[in-house]
């Protein structure tokens, strides 16, 4: 996810490593922290492959500072990921959030309501943090107060964000039919 992340803000507009970092922290929170020694690996990587290029400016105070920007390639790499998110960037809440937090740049009202229609179905299929004899087990079943709790909130989480992704997927294919 911080390659999408990193392609995703640079699109957006050319930043500076820590501006990146802040942002990528700001998205992914305190659950995954972003450390320089993933970050700026993951640059070079991006840079060395074709879809990142770096500039030197001035910095304000005394040291110059490398400006980071999406190039052509770069923009076509992101769209493709956006496209076609991998499984886990579908099923894992984390990284869905982020890959939705760069979905308006899909140009297209289909090919975001298709993303969007992904996740739906993920969350259509009966699942569980718990199962018994092959079968989800309800916050009603579980055995303790906390997982009784784990169980209910999972629930009213996946119900608002149906909710949503039935209100989202329609006002796109309102978009696309320009009703």
């Known amino acids: 996810m911080l390659e999408l992340s990193i392609l995703g803000f640079l699109r957006e507009e050319p930043l500076h490593g820590y501006e990146l970092k802040t942002r990528i922290q700001g998205l992914s929170g305190h659950i995954r922290p972003v450390s320089d020694g993933a970050l700026y690996p993951a640059i070079t990587r ?37 496209r076609e998110p991998k499984e886990a960037e579908i099923t894992d809440g984390q990284r869905f959030f982020t890959l939705l937090a760069f979905l308006r740049h899909l140009p297209g009202p289909a090919e975001q309501a298709a993303v969007l229609r992904r996740r739906q179905a993920f969350l259509d299929t009966p699942a569980s943090f718990f199962y018994r004899d092959g079968k989800p087990v309800t916050a009603e079943e579980a055995p303790d107060l906390f997982r009784q709790g784990m169980l209910r909130i999972a629930r009213a989480t996946g119900t608002e964000e149906k909710k949503w992704l039935s209100e989202a997927i329609s006002a796109l294919e309102g978009e696309r039919t320009g009703r």
């Open 46 to 82: 991006l840079v060395k492959a074709g879809l990142v290029e770096q500039r030197t400016e001035p910095g304000k105070s005394a040291a110059p500072r490398r400006i980071l920007s999406l190039t052509e390639a770069g923009r076509g790499h992101l769209l493709s990921r956006l």
